[in-house]
T-cell receptor
Framework: DTEVTQTPKHLVMGMTNKKSLKCEQH?????MYWYKQKAKKPPELMFV???????INESVPSRFSPECPNSSLLNLHLHALQPEDSALYLC?????????????FGQGTRLTVV | GESVGLHLPTLSVQEGDNSIINCAYS??????FIWYKQESGKGPQFIID?????DKRQGQRVTVLLNKTVKHLSLQIAATQPGDSAVYFC???????????FGGGTRLMVKP
């Protein structure tokens, strides 16, 4: 299994809603990532979890809250988002071992904030 | 901050021709440089990577070249096919594969 599975594929939420994005991988990877991608732009790193611990937070607003319940799961909790937060949210994982730079991406969650 | 960028936003090639996609980087401390392909509606897909101590690496129909003197990275695709049509991103990471920065992307369009 070389897949990173993200749910839901599409999400529409109001600015007062609370929702969560989910990501799962069963490749035994110990690093997992959240990226945000706007249309026609490259993915922008948001968070990195290494061995279930948050190792990188790229100055992301607190309305985005990541969670790594175990080595296979990664969540992104959303609260009080703004319309400009509408984007494709990508999850990725990698082995987190020296000598390997390959990361596997999910299909993303297309988020629309209304 | 330091960044990885691309020269050309769109590249149009004839089916069967070779394609060359370029990328300029500024962070000399990166251990790996990676190329990703992203098709419409999908997440990025790993194509090939190259370690900073190498100049060239070949895969199946793809070759990555690294010129550290001018901080330039390129992806060569041989015998380009319609299925190669996508946006291509370069990226850089440390030795443990912690993805840090993606480049601006080049859209490759293959004409039949």
């Amino acid at each position: 299994d070389t897949e990173v599975t993200q749910t839901p594929k599409h999400l529409v939420m109001g600015m007062t809603n609370k929702k969560s994005l989910k990501c799962e991988q069963h490749m035994g990877h110990r690093a997992m990532y959240w990226y945000k991608q706007k249309a026609k732009k490259p993915p922008e790193l948001m968070f990195v979890y290494s061995y279930e611990k948050l190792s990188i937070n790229e100055s992301v607003p607190s309305r985005f809250s990541p969670e790594c319940p175990n080595s296979s799961l990664l969540n992104l909790h959303l609260h009080a988002l703004q319309p400009e937060d509408s984007a494709l949210y990508l999850c990725a994982s990698s082995p987190a071992v020296r000598g390997s730079a390959e990361a596997f991406f999910g299909q993303g969650t297309r988020l629309t904030v209304v | 901050g330091e960044s990885v960028g691309l020269h050309l936003p769109t590249l149009s090639v004839q089916e069967g021709d070779n394609s060359i996609i370029n990328c300029a980087y500024s962070n000399s401390a990166s251990d790996y440089f990676i190329w990703y392909k992203q098709e419409s509606g999908k997440g990025p897909q790993f194509i090939i990577d190259i370690r900073s101590n190498m100049d060239k690496r070949q895969g199946q129909r793809v070759t990555v070249l690294l010129n550290k003197t001018v901080k330039h990275l390129s992806l060569q695709i041989a015998a380009t096919q319609p299925g190669d049509s996508a946006v291509y991103f370069c990226a850089e990471s440390d030795n443990a594969g912690n993805m840090l920065t993606f480049g601006g992307g080049t859209r490759l369009m293959v004409k039949p």
